[in-house]
């Protein structure tokens, strides 16, 4: 189904090209009305043309009116200002497209009509560590646009791309065998792991002997050294169990976790490849890409810009002179599998700010490369604390992601005990883990992903705001609404819809298609998080207004199909952003 705004869209650019000749698809011509007091949406077409024709805008305006003036989707519109022509809904429209949205099971949205192979990369934690807080916004922003891409019909691959190769390894192998305590080992493998990584790492700055011993245990290890390679195996044997159970707390899924180790048979093939198309070339006994002089200066990711104006190489290094591969390499490897074997037409990294460059070198490389993939880095700010430093724990260790998720339940509980004391424990339990992790992954997913954002309990907690809690809660309220009734929404043949408060909320439900579209194509899950608070927002008014359980007649059926219809929304925008409903709280 359309939403309104595809509506009025498409009706003017169709009379566009039936006064000016315009191209159907050259649009947008309409957007939102910036003050819903002067309607729903307006058009700047007649100022757009009148520019082109140095006639009058208000004059051209008058001609979109007369050829708009009857319509089964709008009032008649209204000229304001300079020229804009502004549109407003007919109830009777919107009636009977909430009425249509209630019997579909998609609400309206209809899937894509070329759905797109899509493989969106998050995640992707470096092994024989933790998960700590930094690792939040990849998985939670990956799974959301894995969640919104499927929703709108596309073919989602979810790739966990592995940090499980390079360098970290030979001082984890020599840490592990040097080191005794190997009852830590089977009690906490990660945690020990991570110990004996600082703690050799640490004595390698200073000790050329122990660095040395690490670089050989690597150098084993990339031979194949059976010792070495079955403790590797061990390493990432216990990671992913670990991280398996931290992922199923946050409800997240991959359809593949394929490492950067998996890539290890293609590099010297890439590598290869680049230098035979002339794309990459030596350099000191390295091997790199370079600018080849043919985007804008200010655009090239392979120089940098002084501030005088004169600029240096910045080149993309697929081969270290010691004749290793590195990140690069292996990014340009991927790329490649994701082509032969996914048959990829886009590829979505999640991954914090600071990946930028590798990202646009990586991007302009395939595109010299001629893969001919869509490539987005969907990139991110920190989170902070209370200090607006990066957030740490109280002795200034990284949070560890499995004490972030436990400290969110606990104060969930806390909060729900406090608001039913009455409940039984698990049920308390159940709540808290919905409500809890639900409010962690609202609190991220609700920001602008490229801003910084501090961190507070209280607030992501709360259960008035723009949280997880308060939607939550609505939903709740609405599924009160229909215990009392003691049945489901009716099937009804139409709805009225009569007070400004009932037309409002149904307006507010036909946009849901578009707060997906906008969030997809932005790769913003927040415009969802906006969208799903301000319905809300609405349905409280509504309520607030329109008594429901005591209407009578076609009042009341079409105020409970509002309802329901509403509680339907909810569920399905919270579920696309990875968070749970309960019915009852
Ligand atoms: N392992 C990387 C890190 O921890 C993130 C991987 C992102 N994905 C990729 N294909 N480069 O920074």
Redesign the pocket.
């Given at each position: 189904m359309k939403t309104p705004r595809q509506e009025v869209e498409a009706i003017v650019a169709a009379t566009a090209q039936t006064l000016y000749g315009a191209d159907v698809s050259a649009g947008p011509y309409v957007r939102p009305c910036p003050d819903t007091r002067h309607g729903d949406f307006q058009t700047n077409l007649a100022m757009v043309q009148a520019k082109k024709a140095g006639k009058n805008p208000r004059e051209l305006a008058q001609q979109i009116v007369d050829a708009l003036a009857e319509h089964s989707v709008f009032e008649k519109p209204e000229i304001a200002g300079p020229g804009f022509v502004n549109f407003r809904l007919k109830a009777g429209y919107c009636a009977a497209q909430t009425h249509a949205r209630s019997q579909d099971v998609r609400l309206g949205v209809e899937p894509a009509v070329q759905p797109l192979k899509v493989v969106i990369?998050y995640s992707?934690?470096?092994i024989a560590k933790e998960l700590h807080v930094g690792h939040l916004r990849s998985t939670i922003l990956g799974d959301s646009l894995a969640r919104l891409f499927r929703f709108l019909g596309h073919n989602v691959i979810s790739d966990n791309?592995?940090?499980d190769w390079g360098t970290q390894f030979g001082i984890v192998i020599l840490g592990y065998k040097r080191d005794t305590n190997k009852e830590r080992f089977e009690q906490d493998p990660i945690g020990y792991l991570e110990e004996v990584y600082v703690r050799t790492q640490n004595a390698s700055k200073t000790d050329d002997t122990i660095r040395e011993a690490a670089r050989a245990e690597l150098v084993k290890l990339q031979a194949g050294d059976p010792e070495n390679v079955a403790l590797w195996k061990s390493f990432i044997d216990h990671s992913l169990q670990s991280l398996d159970r931290t992922y199923s707390r946050l409800d997240v899924k991959f359809d593949y976790t394929l490492g950067e180790s998996f890539y290890n048979d293609r590099l010297p093939g890439v590598v290869k490849a680049l230098l035979d198309a002339g794309i990459a070339r030596e350099t000191e006994g390295a091997i790199a890409v370079f600018s080849d002089g043919t985007l804008p200066q200010k655009d090239d990711p392979f120089i940098v810009t002084e501030k005088g104006g004169a600029f240096r190489d910045n080149p993309f290094l697929i081969r270290k002179s010691d004749g290793g591969f590195n990140?690069a390499t292996t990014?340009l490897a991927?790329l490649q599998y994701r082509k032969e074997h996914f048959h990829a037409d886009k590829v979505i990294?999640v991954?914090d700010s600071r990946?930028q460059m590798h990202f646009a070198q990586l991007f302009a490389t395939e595109k010299r490369w001629n893969l001919g993939l869509n490539l987005q880095h969907v990139w991110f700010g920190a989170i902070l604390g209370a200090d607006k430093k990066p957030l740490k724990t109280r002795d200034g260790g990284t949070v560890k992601l499995r004490a972030l998720l436990d400290e969110a339940q606990e104060r969930a509980e806390k909060i729900i005990t406090e608001k039913r004391p009455d409940l039984e424990a698990d049920k308390r339990n159940d709540l808290a883990q919905v409500v809890g992790i639900g409010a962690l992954k609202y609190a991220d997913l609700a920001q602008n992903r490229n801003l910084d954002y501090v961190f507070n309990w209280d607030k992501l907690l709360a259960f008035d705001g723009n949280t997880a809690p308060y939607l939550i809660n609505a939903y709740v309220r609405i599924r009160a609404i229909f215990r009392k009734l003691g049945s489901e929404a009716p099937q009804v043949e139409r709805l009225v819809l009569a007070e400004e408060a009932e037309i409002a909320l149904a307006k507010k439900l036909l946009d849901f298609g578009d707060s997906l579209t906008l969030a997809a194509d932005e790769y913003r899950p927040h415009y969802l998080c906006v969208y799903l608070f301000e319905l809300a927002g609405l349905f409280h008014k509504f309520y607030e207004h329109c008594p429901v359980l005591i209407s009578e007649g076609e009042t009341k059926t079409s105020r409970l199909v509002l309802c329901a219809l509403t509680a339907q929304t909810l569920k399905t925008g919270l579920a696309l952003l990875g968070i749970k409903t309960v019915e009852q709280m």
């Open positions: 990369d992707g934690p470096n791309h592995l940090g990140y990014d991927t990294y991954t990946q």
